[in-house]
């Protein structure tokens, strides 16, 4: 069941009745061996990279190699002179979706000496209000106004602080770290009404969409299909002062469709691929896709838990290849909880995506949110953000919605991974999201439901400084905040080799209050937390952290 989820973000499938019968298939995904005698070479990228896309390989030491090749076009004449119709390519996954009319067509095609094999990703889509397909339902929650809250930043933020502080992402608005020079695709099902409404009024004024492709129908028509993707590009990319302001208003964005909401087969997965593919082409920084794959209308095609491995699905491989090239991806990890599936889909499973649940206005987990871990064992959601109750804009008004689901976490937190990045841009993807992941609330102590919790972006903004600033050789310890500190404060430390770290909290009196140790690998970092510490008199503190190699001193004040 695909996990596009507008308003309740549930999307149901009705009884098939009168067309139960499977339509038969007519596209295919056909597997070419190799890349034999291609014009395109690894040194000479700029005839099928662009500048942006290769510069950003250049600031991660990602080398160009056999995978960044495109298609063998050669191959590709020879299919289609086969009478077929290319649908779509994927040089990372090396092969077409084509589209046949016969059986004898797709032998003629599987005979030819290039040619690895062939398999079924789905019939032509059925037209839509058939009574056979799916419905979505209405919003669950509608809010066109929303509460009044009070505003701690330059920015007016309306009733969408409470997700974005739940991140401390005001703590990077503040500090003027708002997407600029970042660019974010946006795979999804469509962007109905965003070239008109108010809410992207400054993204047009300001050139910041880039552009776009409907990977389904084969044309750049993407303002059309659907109001999912709208709704998920406002908590990025939205401002209107009083109503919402996205996580990355100052971000470029390239609006890309590759879910077709008509139907569901493994197509649309080669159609993730081909767009992911496209966003690394332009030199995307970050993807945000709020889609997910588990089951589909050919039940021949079914993914199962064991598919969920991290690395098998087409949309996990594609998205784990799209990681490999320097991209940060984010994924909504999926609102199947309470569904006999029940488990992340794909590609919220790939090894390197940071998937994210959903939690309330009250960091309390959302019973909908899908549930992990991976079927390796990976800790899946790796985070969580606000998608209960979630401010979007409302595709029919110049107003607000509240709204349900794991579709408006993912971006939500994706804006906010782009402003950090903005903040550090010599930082590779993996480091900016694993210090994401360390930042996170429940960081030591993951689970199933929010995996290492509510991330925290001024805590992961502070870590990233210190990695940044690290010399080679030295351990390095940041600031602990907070300063004056309440019940707890945190802190980040760098580990230049394997070692414990011990640290102690003192009085003025020399008397050790608390005392804690942990294990550090090489060349890591950790986020923490010294907790329930509210029964300590007011005053003043001296936290000592003792490594191999040095000992930090940090004075720190009891309120």
Not at 151 to 180: A, E, K, R, T
Not at 353 to 374: C, T
Not at 411 to 422: E, H, S
């Amino acid at each position: 069941m695909k996990h596009i989820f507008c308003a309740l973000l549930f999307i149901l499938l009705l009884p098939f009745g009168a067309i139960s019968q499977a339509t038969a298939p007519s596209r295919y995904w056909i597997q070419f061996k190799d890349k034999n005698n291609s014009p395109y070479t690894v040194t000479n990228p700029l005839a099928y990279l662009s500048p942006r896309a290769i510069q950003r390989r250049l600031n991660q030491s990602i080398p160009v190699v056999y995978s960044d090749l495109p298609v063998n076009q050669r191959y590709v004449d020879s299919v289609m002179a086969k009478g077929a119709h290319i649908h779509s390519r994927s040089k990372w996954l090396n092969g077409v979706v084509v589209q046949v009319s016969s059986a004898a067509m797709l032998a003629s095609i599987e005979s030819l000496p290039f040619v690895a094999g062939s398999k079924a990703v789905g019939a032509l889509a059925r037209p839509v209000n058939t009574g056979s397909g799916k419905l979505l339902l209405p919003p669950a929650n509608e809010d066109k106004h929303g509460p009044a809250l009070p505003l701690p930043s330059s920015l007016n933020y309306g009733p969408s602080l409470n997700q974005i502080s739940m991140l401390q992402g005001v703590c990077l608005h503040d500090q003027g770290f708002q997407g600029q020079g970042m660019v974010i695709a946006v795979l999804d099902a469509g962007f109905q009404h965003a070239d008109t409404l108010h809410v992207f009024d400054s993204l047009r004024a300001n050139h910041q969409l880039l552009g776009g492709w409907n990977f389904v129908d084969e044309d750049d028509s993407v303002y059309k299909k659907h109001i999912h993707g709208t709704a998920v590009l406002s908590d990025m990319g939205g401002n209107m002062p009083g109503q919402i302001i996205g996580t990355a208003p100052k971000a470029q964005y390239w609006l890309l469709i590759t879910e077709d909401v008509n139907s569901e087969y493994v197509i649309e997965e080669y159609n993730w691929a081909a767009g992911a593919e496209f966003a690394d082409s332009v030199g995307a920084d970050v993807i945000n896709t709020s889609l997910g794959y588990t089951t589909f209308d050919d039940s021949t095609e079914n993914h199962t838990y064991m598919d969920m491995n991290g690395h098998t699905a087409p949309a996990s491989r594609a998205a784990n290849f799209a990681s490999n090239k320097g991209i940060a991806v984010v994924c909504a990890a999926g609102n199947l909880a309470q569904a006999p599936w029940r488990h992340i889909g794909t590609p919220a499973d790939a090894d390197s995506v940071l998937a994210v649940g959903s939690v309330n206005a009250s960091e309390v987990y959302s019973a909908f949110s899908s549930q992990g871990p991976d079927y390796g064992g990976m800790v899946k959601p790796a985070v969580a953000a606000q998608g209960e109750g979630a401010i979007t804009a409302d595709w029919n008004s110049n107003g607000i919605l509240s709204e349900n689901g794991t579709s408006f976490a993912s971006p939500i937190t994706c804006g906010l991974v782009a402003c950090l990045w903005q903040a550090h841009p010599g930082i590779r993807n993996v480091q900016l999201l694993a210090a994401i992941e360390q930042s996170a609330s429940q960081y030591t102590h993951p689970d199933t439901l929010l995996g290492y919790g509510i991330p925290d972006f001024c805590a992961a903004n502070l870590s990233l400084g210190i990695i940044e600033q690290h010399q080679p050789g030295q351990d390095a310890l940041g600031q602990p905040f907070p300063n004056p500190f309440t019940d707890s404060f945190q802190f980040f430390i760098w580990s230049d080799e394997s070692q414990r770290i011990s640290m102690s909290l003192y009085d003025l009196t020399g008397r050790c209050i608390r005392s804690e140790s942990m294990e550090l690998g090489a060349q890591t970092g950790h986020n923490f937390t010294m907790q329930n510490l509210s029964g300590l008199a007011s005053g003043m503190y001296m936290l000592t952290i003792k490594t191999g190699k040095t000992v930090f001193a940090k004075k720190m004040i009891k309120e």
